[in-house]
């Protein structure tokens, strides 16, 4: 499912986000200290290779909210945007750190000139925030950045699993 907004396109696939090759940048759903995990995170230092934790390290820790930028490593993908989301019923206010992991991510993404960008379903998995209601808060957010963006032109949002899939689907197509 697509919808075009301006010069950008926000796309919904179902697929894995370490497997993204036409995209130059994806976003790492990270952990405070940039380490390999679980989830996301896992998938995509497992697909980098230990180049990456080793760029990332001296980056940490981050913020709930906060965006970095790294090399992609092993990846095909030329870089990778690490955002900290927020824990759901502890980083608080949630929605707002969850916006400004969506907007800094773009932000940082258009500064480096990258036009291609995919992200996950940031803090849905381990840190629990409901899906539904990060749908709404990430795709409100990306609509509302992108007419500050002037080089980024496919954002793609990339879920796991069929429910998230069809949760996305819905909420894009308001
Ligand atoms: P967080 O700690 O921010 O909650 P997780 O990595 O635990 O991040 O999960 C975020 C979302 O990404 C969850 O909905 C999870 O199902 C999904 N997910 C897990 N692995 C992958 C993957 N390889 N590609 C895309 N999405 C994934």
């Known amino acids: 499912m697509k919808k075009t907004i301006a010069n950008t396109t926000i796309e919904i696939i179902r697929g894995d986000i370490a497997s993204q090759p036409d995209m130059q940048a994806i976003v790492n759903a990270a952990n405070a200290h940039l380490l390999n995990g679980g989830g996301v995170a896992g998938a995509i230092h497992r697909a980098a290779g230990p180049g990456l934790e080793k760029e ?18 092993n990846l095909p993908n030329k870089y990778v945007i690490h955002c900290l989301g ?3 019923g502890q980083d608080k206010p949630e929605d707002k ?5 969506y907007r800094n991510a773009l ?28 749908a709404h808060v990430a ?16 954002i793609r949002v990339v879920l796991f699993g069929q429910d998230d899939f069809e949760i996305w689907k819905k909420a894009l197509a308001g």
């Open 107 to 134: 932000l940082l993404a258009d500064k480096k000139e990258i036009e291609s960008i995919a992200f996950p379903a940031i803090s849905t998995g381990i840190f629990g925030y409901p899906a539904e209601d990060a």
């Open 56 to 73: 990332c390290k001296p980056m940490g820790p981050i913020r709930p909210g906060e965006a970095v930028i790294s090399g992609g490593h």
């Open 86 to 88: 927020p824990v759901y």
């Open 139 to 154: 795709l409100k957010t990306i609509i509302d950045t992108i007419p500050n963006l002037t080089n980024i032109r496919t």
């Open 97 to 101: 750190l969850l916006a400004d992991c």
